[in-house]
């Protein structure tokens, strides 16, 4: 999807000591309707407080204080999601292979080719629009199923094991009747379009069935 079909215009934040680079990156990707956020330093990318926006991070290797590779890995261990364009003047096979073990999305030695550039951009931005989705449904899942009641949540866990209304009143202890019920509540409160689609939810959710069932 391109980024213009998109409600919120995605920010790409350029962390690099160069004021030329910043300079330069900063109005080549304005140019094509992002926004961009610029700092000199890691340091002062984290004093300005700045919330988690749609959109990714062009980051340099070399920076004063804590150097992009550094500064990758601690994002990763904070489970913070932002997808990493590394450029960078001073690098080595090392340093790329450590940078795209650890996620990145690419990594360039400058002067980069401005297209080269735009084109990681997009797949970053991309990348993270995915993301964000997924989380997203992902969360309104979760509500969902905590609006279910505990009986609901016993049915379910035979409905997506495939298990046909009788089946399931006789292992519940309700009727037929009953169970058409809950199964109507269920699709109703987990919005599911169809048993295929509620049981990629449940899934999704990590939702356990029992572990011995009879068929």
Same mark, same amino acid.
């Given at each position: 999807?391109?980024?213009?079909?998109?409600?919120?215009?995605?920010? @790409?934040?350029?962390? !690099?000591?160069? !004021?030329?680079?910043? &300079?330069?990156?900063?109005?080549?990707? @304005?140019?094509?309707?992002?926004?961009?956020?610029?700092?000199?330093?890691? =340091?002062?990318?984290?004093?300005?407080? $700045?919330?988690?926006?749609?959109?990714? %991070?062009?980051?340099?290797?070399?920076l004063p204080g804590r150097n992009g590779l550094d500064f990758q890995a601690e994002?990763?261990?904070?489970?913070? $999601?932002?997808?990493?364009?590394?450029?960078?003047?001073?690098? !080595?096979?090392a340093m790329s292979v450590r940078a795209m073990k650890a996620g990145a999305v690419?990594?360039f030695t400058k002067p980069v080719h401005h297209q080269d550039l735009l084109d990681?951009? =997009?797949?970053?931005? &991309?990348?993270?629009?995915?993301?964000?989705?997924? !989380? =997203?449904?992902?969360?309104?899942?979760?509500?969902?199923?905590?609006?279910?009641? $505990?009986?609901?949540? &016993?049915?379910?866990?035979?409905?997506?094991?495939?298990?046909?209304?009788? $089946?399931?009143?006789?292992?519940?202890?309700?009727?037929?009747?009953?169970?058409?019920?809950?199964?109507?509540?269920? %699709? =109703?409160? %987990?919005?599911? %379009?169809?048993?295929?689609?509620?049981?990629?939810?449940?899934?999704?959710?990590?939702?356990?069935?029992?572990?011995?069932?009879?068929?």
């Amino acid at each position: 999807m391109n980024h213009l079909t998109s409600n919120v215009v995605p920010t @790409v934040v350029i962390i !690099d000591d160069d !004021d030329i680079v910043r &300079e330069s990156l900063s109005g080549l990707l @304005v140019s094509i309707g992002l926004k961009v956020d610029s700092y000199a330093s890691v =340091q002062a990318f984290v004093e300005a407080g $700045q919330p988690d926006k749609p959109g990714c %991070m062009v980051l340099d290797i070399r920076l004063p204080g804590r150097n992009g590779l550094d500064f990758q890995a601690e994002l990763v261990r904070g489970n913070h $999601q932002r997808p990493i364009i590394f450029v960078s003047g001073h690098a !080595d096979v090392a340093m790329s292979v450590r940078a795209m073990k650890a996620g990145a999305v690419e990594f360039f030695t400058k002067p980069v080719h401005h297209q080269d550039l735009l084109d990681a951009v =997009q797949v970053a931005i &991309e990348k993270d629009r995915l993301r964000r989705a997924h !989380d =997203q449904s992902l969360a309104h899942a979760r509500e969902a199923f905590e609006l279910l009641t $505990q009986r609901e949540r &016993e049915v379910l866990a035979l409905v997506v094991l495939g298990w046909r209304n009788k $089946q399931i009143a006789a292992e519940v202890g309700v009727t037929e009747a009953t169970v058409k019920l809950h199964r109507s509540h269920i %699709m =109703q409160k %987990m919005a599911a %379009m169809s048993l295929i689609d509620l049981v990629r939810k449940t899934d999704r959710l990590g939702f356990s069935t029992p572990a011995s069932t009879k068929v």
